[in-house]
């Protein structure tokens, strides 16, 4: 029995090496998506001269990213599990590169579409890369897998921030920069096609629409994949809707920080995910245990922004969004539960289910909080109340995905039953 083992190891790590490789190429897809995604928020004014409009105006453009990528999220899931990876996500990054190029045009129209264009492409980044590593590596390393994945691409939205600042202050104009990043983007594309594994998809010439649709109807079916969005929705929205939009103004405006100081600050909360989303994967998988990483990271994220509200001199800003952002990377959990809450044969449309409900609720939570809060940034006598009132929403925002998580289903490897051994006859 030895030898076909052996075997049979080496063949599967042999079929697996393609998508690891395919997997690696596509998270630096996922590296400049996240890049892509939150380079505007330290470039807010030069964004609303190039366009033509007010503050509120960008961040309105801006925003509209949110609408596309939760949609498109799964029109990615559905095309992955039917069609495989080969075409598909090289697709996505070729029209995240399209986006970056009429972004750079000085038209607002330009910059909505553009923009749409930009969350259309980046919703195959984040679902292609949990796509190849599902096939590329262990299915008991999956938490960390996703934490990894997630990692690199905040990575590239700390990079978004903290270099790209400096850059659109005085080394290259807005438009050069969206056009260069259009340029890469492309690049990755073709390389893309080039090294990732064509699936044999017999089925797939064959599907109707209601084939199409059948791994959707199985998971939106499942309550529980609800509870993994939302629960990964709110997390999430204080990065998405503040750190990548009005975190740099808000630290100008309230704080009365310096540019660069500000720039600084906010990039601590996806470089903390840096850090978060492998650490937090890796508890969950050593800990067996899901919900109990899940609520750790919420906890933290919580204590951050109540220290801020009410003790805001007792550590440096940039500390606490970097400790908050570690514990941001929580968000990250759900993406596992729903893939253990549903059938192994619906993987890539459950993450295109859990990204289209997680940006979801920053689309709906976007303008909600642009016009309570972000129209009246800058032009508050009291600044203090202002920041603190920001501060009450997102602690609101906070406590309720962890009230949620309470009803999550435990889904990590101590909870499942073990197989009794066979009774001897």
């Known amino acids: ?46 964004l609303a001269k190039l366009f033509g409009v007010a503050t509120i105006g960008v961040s309105s453009i801006v925003g509209t990213y949110y609408y596309t990528y939760a949609a498109t999220s799964l029109v990615a899931g559905v095309l992955l599990d039917h069609y495989g990876a080969k075409y598909v996500i090289p697709a996505g990054t070729f029209i995240l590169a399209c986006g970056c190029v009429l972004f750079a045009l000085p038209h607002p129209l330009a910059g909505d579409i553009g923009r749409l264009l930009q969350g259309a492409g980046s919703a195959f980044a984040f679902t292609g ?31 978004g921030q903290i270099a790209v600042g400096p850059l659109v202050k005085g080394v290259v104009t807005v438009p050069v920069f969206w056009y260069v990043s259009g340029l890469l983007v492309f690049v990755v594309a073709l390389l893309l096609v080039w090294i990732t594994p064509k699936e044999q998809r017999v089925e797939a010439a064959a599907s109707s629409a209601a084939d199409l649709l059948k791994p959707y109807k199985v998971v939106f079916s499942n309550p529980q994949s609800y509870l993994c969005g939302v629960v990964s929705g709110l997390l999430f929205a204080p990065t998405t809707i503040f750190d990548f939009v009005w975190g740099v103004r808000y630290l100008q405006e309230d704080i ?20 978060g989303c492998p650490l937090l994967g890796w508890l969950a998988d050593q800990w067996r245990r899901r919900k109990p990483a899940l609520a750790l990271g919420t906890l933290i994220m919580l204590m951050c922004v109540l220290q ?53 609720v920053t689309a709906v939570l976007g303008p909600i909080f642009a016009g309570h809060f972000g129209k009246s940034l800058g032009t508050t006598l009291d600044h203090a109340m202002h920041l603190h009132h920001t501060h009450l929403f997102w602690i609101s925002i906070i406590g309720l995905a962890l009230v949620l998580t309470l009803f999550l289903k435990e889904t990590g490897v101590a909870t499942r039953k073990a197989i009794p051994p066979s009774s001897p006859t």
């Open 129 to 159: 890369a949990v796509y190849l590593a599902t096939h590329a590596l262990p299915a008991q390393r999956l938490a960390t897998a996703i934490g990894v994945t997630q990692c690199l691409g905040m990575l590239g939205g700390s990079i």
């Open 308 to 360: 801020l509200a009410f003790l805001p001199t007792l550590a440096p800003t940039w500390v606490t969004l970097l400790t908050f952002g570690i514990g941001s990377g929580a968000a990250m959990i759900p993406y596992s539960i729903i893939k253990e809450v549903n059938p192994d044969r619906v993987k890539g449309s459950a993450t295109g289910t859990m990204n289209f409900l997680t940006f979801s």
């Open 256 to 275: 009365d920080f310096p540019y660069r100081s500000a720039v600084f600050a906010v990039s601590m909360v996806p470089f903390g995910w840096v850090i």
């Open 1 to 46: 029995m030895g030898p076909p083992t052996v075997a049979t190891s080496g063949g599967l790590r042999a079929q697996m090496r393609p998508f690891l490789i395919a997997w690696m190429f596509c998270t630096i897809f996922y590296f400049l998506e996240y890049a892509i995604r939150s380079a505007p928020a330290v470039m807010i004014p030069e």
